[in-house]
């Protein structure tokens, strides 16, 4: 695990790299006690999660993904409208830490809970015959009642996305096979931009506001955008028509695509964009491109919620074409 000096016990490395991201949550009592103790306020309800990231399942080896560990978590939380608050942090390491390995580990936290506007209260510290694995449990607030589930969507509502779709796929591509940069005709800077997509996902609560404040229906993309729209018309028992020339991509990916090296169908099957796709009420449309312009987030309409089962993908002639659904699958 790294070459750092070895750290010899657990309580060390809970004081040490885990305390002072607490941010003196008197609700986290030091990292002392059995609990952490949460008090919500008037009015409000938790929304929570949880996500692990496994070293050789999730990341490559030798890499200390922490800060994507809680990036992931808070696309969670984002995609139902609510703030990130607190998270509890689980980790499994093969061997004894060190010093630079928990090193890394605080730092891409610290990182991401200041980005993220959240703090540690709590988690468990364990040694693990098996990979190296990050597994963080995150907590938001949102108004009672105002979460916004997967089943809200109703027909006739315009399908949106934000951001742009595809960025972390090829960023996972060039990861796998840098040789591929100069196959594909990207600068370095665009190949780097790319793998940050992949590498820090950075999740945006301006988006917690837009969802929690017009949507219908809303999931974070993680799997694919193709997969993770299956998810909200399946449990909203209803259907879509998406245009995949309106899926909005980055300008690296556009160029990819006009040039046929890489199809708009693979970069909406990729995965990880850790934006959010949400149905809502045509009527409300401009309010909301108001609300996103005011933030600086990109929304951009794709399609429309249609009563008939299914997601059907039509392409640039306004013809069908088959999407597969199933995105990723750890199985
Ligand atoms: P217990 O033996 O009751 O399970 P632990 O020894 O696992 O308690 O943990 C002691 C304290 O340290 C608890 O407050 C726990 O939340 C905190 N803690 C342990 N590991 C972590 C971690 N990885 N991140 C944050 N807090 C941790
Ligand atoms: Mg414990």
Request: glycine fraction near 10%; charged fraction near 25%; aromatic fraction near 6%.
């Amino acid at each position: 695990m790294g070459t750092g000096e070895r750290l010899l016990r657990e309580a060390d490395v809970i004081r040490e790299f885990f305390l002072p991201l607490t941010a003196r949550d008197p609700g986290a009592a030091g990292l002392e006690d059995d609990c952490a103790v949460l008090t919500p306020a008037p009015d409000t309800q938790y929304v929570v999660t949880t996500d692990s990231l496994i070293e050789g399942v999730h990341f490559f080896a030798g890499e200390v993904p922490a800060f994507k560990a809680l990036a992931v978590n808070v696309s969670d939380l984002v995609a139902k409208g609510a703030t990130p608050e607190r998270y509890l942090l689980n980790i499994a390491l093969p061997g004894p830490p060190d010093r630079q390995m928990m090193g890394r580990v605080h730092a891409g936290l610290a990182a991401a809970q200041e980005a993220f506007g959240c703090h540690l209260i709590g988690g468990d510290t364990d040694r693990t015959p098996g990979p190296f694995t990050l597994t963080i449990t995150a907590i938001g607030a949102i108004p009672s009642g105002r979460t916004v589930r997967r089943s809200g969507a109703r027909e006739g509502d315009i399908v949106a996305v934000t951001g742009t779709i595809g960025d972390a796929g090829l960023g996972l591509r060039l990861r796998q096979a840098p040789e591929r940069r100069e196959a594909l005709g990207l600068t370095t800077a665009e190949a780097d931009v790319l793998k940050e997509r992949f590498e820090r996902p950075r999740p945006r609560l301006a988006v917690a506001e837009i969802v929690r404040t017009f949507a219908n229906a809303a999931a974070d993309v993680s799997d694919g955008l193709s997969k993770d729209l299956g998810h909200i018309v399946s449990a909203s028992r209803c259907g879509a028509t998406v245009d995949l020339a309106k899926v909005p991509l980055c300008d690296a990916a556009q160029r990819l695509s006009d040039q046929g090296r890489v199809s708009r169908t693979d970069l909406v099957a990729s995965g990880e964009d850790y934006e959010v796709v949400f149905t809502m009420a045509p009527g409300r449309w401009r309010d909301m491109q108001r609300m996103a312009e005011d933030h600086g987030v990109a929304v951009s309409a794709i399609g429309r919620i249609v009563a008939p089962a299914g997601v059907v993908w039509r392409d640039e002639h306004g013809d069908e074409i088959t999407l597969p659904t199933d995105g990723w699958d750890h199985f």
